[in-house]
């Protein structure tokens, strides 16, 4: 029996900055589908991983195979995300001039850059698409404001929509609820677990309710030194005393 590839794949990843091992033997699967939780303390690695996937940073050795390419570190920044892998950075990176429509018009696959975008006039499954997305990430009532009057929240999650609209495969997020209030952290939670098994997810965080909301019955890794220290269900991952002693007993979590 041939064993189903994985969606993504990590081995034997290592990367230095100036003899600094950021990513160690680092080994990371991901099946498609999947809301994968990673965690760790700060200067984990976390960020490290996403910029390896990403192709923002090269692999010292190692490599890392998505949906049958094998080697993304042979690719360069844009290659990776015409593949369809999308990144979401800490800090929301929306363009705050133009309206929350134009800028999931600008996002959308295919368009080719902002001046052509905005001008040619939209399908409309194009529009009904963008509508989709709208109501999924909750601004439909925001459609026409400014990107840069949104609340922060409200910023991030514009975020996600983009990344949609760019028809990701793979949905790499980095720290969403940081900065966020509580209920807009639930929400966020509340998205991601709607965007689950349609999109293929990649959440770190450090908070560890949001973990709780949206990991209850997936798998979570536990990210230390540059190497998965633990993998598994939230219970059993918060419970281990590696992670406790590593990073559960620091102030971000409980
Ligand atoms: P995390 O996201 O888990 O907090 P990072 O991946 O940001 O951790 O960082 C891991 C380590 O790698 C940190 O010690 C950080 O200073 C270092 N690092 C990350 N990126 C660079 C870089 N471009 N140049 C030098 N050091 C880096
Ligand atoms: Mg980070």
């Known amino acids: 029996m041939t064993q189903k590839p994985f969606f993504l794949a990590a081995e034997g990843v290592n990367k230095s900055f100036d003899g600094f091992k950021a990513i160690r033997d680092l080994n990371f699967y991901l099946e498609e589908g999947e809301l994968r939780t990673v965690i760790g303390p700060n200067g984990a690695g976390k960020t490290t991983f996403l ?10 050795t190692g490599k890392i195979e998505f949906q049958g390419v094998h080697d993304l570190s042979a690719l360069s920044e844009h290659a990776i995300y015409r593949l369809g892998i999308g990144r979401k950075f800490q800090t929301p990176t929306v363009y705050t001039d133009h309206t929350v429509f134009e800028n999931l018009v ?19 499954t194009q ?7 709208l109501k999924t990430i909750n601004l439909s009532e925001h459609t026409h404001r400014k990107a840069g009057t949104l609340a922060h929240g409200q910023k991030q999650w ?8 760019q028809e990701a495969k793979l949905l790499l997020i980095d720290e969403p609820a940081a900065g966020m209030t509580d209920v807009e952290t639930a929400r966020t939670g509340e998205l ?9 997810i990649v959440v770190i965080e450090h908070d560890m309710v949001f973990v709780r909301q949206i990991a209850q019955g997936r798998k979570v890794s536990v990210l230390h030194q540059g190497s998965v220290l633990c993998e598994g269900p939230v219970d059993q991952v ?3 005393e590696r992670v406790i002693e590593v990073y559960l007993g620091r102030k971000h979590a409980r």
């Not at 902002?114 to 006039?121: D, E, I, T, W």
């Not at 529009?127 to 997305?133: Q, T």
């Open 127 to 133: 529009r009904d698409r963008i509508e989709e997305i």
């Open 158 to 165: 514009l975020e996600i929509g983009m990344l949609l609209a």
């Open 106 to 124: 600008l996002s959308l696959s295919g368009s080719r850059g902002v001046f052509a975008s905005l001008f040619f006039k939209l399908k409309s």
């Open 192 to 200: 991601l677990l709607s965007l689950a098994g349609k999109h293929t």
């Open 238 to 240: 918060q419970s281990d």
């Open 51 to 60: 910029d390896l996937i990403t192709g923002r940073t090269q692999p010292d």
